[in-house]
């Protein structure tokens, strides 16, 4: 199969073809079919940060994993990264030709004296053998929630930095979700790999993060979408801490890139199939368009060790019919998306 288009983010026009799941530059000697013909390619998108497979009860269901992963594909995100799931992955997924690429971390890992009472936690008294555990039993990556409820005390650093430490030296990775002040600072400066949401991402705590070379994924369009919510709730400490821990989110994700840091496109919550929400909050909060649709293709594909459109890189592409980077409304309208060498659009 025969693709000829403009690549992104190189702007070179370019043909290659596709040989089972991999691409080449290469001419093959037989004669091939023409699938895509024109047009912006990107390499498949990413969504580093989303929780396909539960109901309202956090229940963790095949069914419900493939139909959400499903939704990802047919918007053109060919891989994502789950920190966090209720349930095992389905055998099976990670090469079922109808999926994204899979990067799982495991069990959302609670520390019990949070007490977070969310169904989809699980909570745990000895999280440094749980973190390793989940991240060896899935994709070399685990999830901890350093933080809950804003007026309850955030995991002690020096325990998320004995996680960290025991999770690094095992050879894998650690997404951390905070929300607040205290928890922020603690994630960043456990050492943790990724940083989820960040609310009260201070200046000086960027700083830290760009100099290890974290990476930061605000999750902004799934908190935007919640404000006018928040906003019915009676007015007090949470409302407002949380309000303003959103808000903040814009100016983070653009100081964060500023500085260094490997900023990524996350959306965490239902609909699935629409990191280009997340890719609008992150022009919304100043990064560029080529930038922000990196975020959640070619940076977080690097992130992430998969392969773009490179001699022997990964089958997955998407077209678009204009210039994502000029106009990233066309991400809503992919024209071709290519998984796994497989034409599903
Ligand atoms: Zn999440």
């Not at 990196?294 to 773009?308: H, I, K, M, S, V």
Request: net charge negative.
């Amino acid at each position: 199969m025969r693709v000829v288009g403009t690549l992104l983010p190189s702007g070179e026009r370019t043909q290659f073809w596709i040989l089972g799941d991999r691409i080449t530059f290469e001419k093959p000697l037989n004669a091939t079919e023409t699938v895509v013909d024109g047009g912006f390619l990107t390499p498949g998108l990413v969504d580093v940060h989303t929780h396909p497979g539960h109901d309202d009860d956090a229940t963790f269901t095949e069914k419900q994993f493939r139909e959400e992963c499903m939704a990802h594909v047919a918007a053109g995100t060919t891989a994502i990264r789950v920190p966090g799931h209720n349930g095992p992955i389905p055998p099976g997924a990670r090469d079922d030709p109808d999926l994204p690429r899979l990067v799982t971390a495991g069990r959302f890992l609670a520390y019990e004296a949070l007490q977070t009472g969310h169904p989809i936690h699980t909570p745990t008294v000895d999280l440094v053998a749980a973190a390793v555990a989940e991240a060896r039993a899935n994709d070399g990556w685990c999830k901890l929630i350093a933080d809950w409820a804003f007026d309850v005390p955030a995991v002690p650093l020096d325990l998320l930095a004995r996680v960290v430490d025991a999770v690094h030296a095992a050879g894998f990775r650690v997404a951390m979700h905070c929300q607040t002040a205290e928890g922020t600072r603690n994630a960043v400066l456990s050492g943790a790999d990724s940083i989820e949401h960040g609310c009260y991402l201070s200046d000086d705590l960027i700083e830290t993060l760009a100099a290890r070379g974290g990476a930061y994924v605000p999750t902004g369009a799934a908190f935007q979408r919640s404000v006018p919510e928040v906003r019915t709730k009676p007015d007090g400490p949470r409302k407002t801490n949380w309000l303003n821990g959103a808000e903040g989110l814009f100016r983070s994700a653009a100081v964060a890139h500023e500085a260094g840091v490997t900023v990524l496109a996350g959306t965490d919550s239902a609909p699935f199939g629409n990191v280009f929400t997340e890719v609008e909050f992150l022009i919304a909060a100043g990064l560029s368009p080529a930038t922000a649709l990196g975020a959640a293709c070619w940076t977080a594909r690097d992130f992430l060790g998969l392969p773009g459109l490179v001699e022997g890189g990964l089958a997955d592409l998407v077209a678009y019919d204009a210039d994502p980077r000029v106009e990233p409304g066309i991400l809503r309208h992919p024209r071709h998306i290519i998984l796994r060498g497989r034409k599903i659009r």
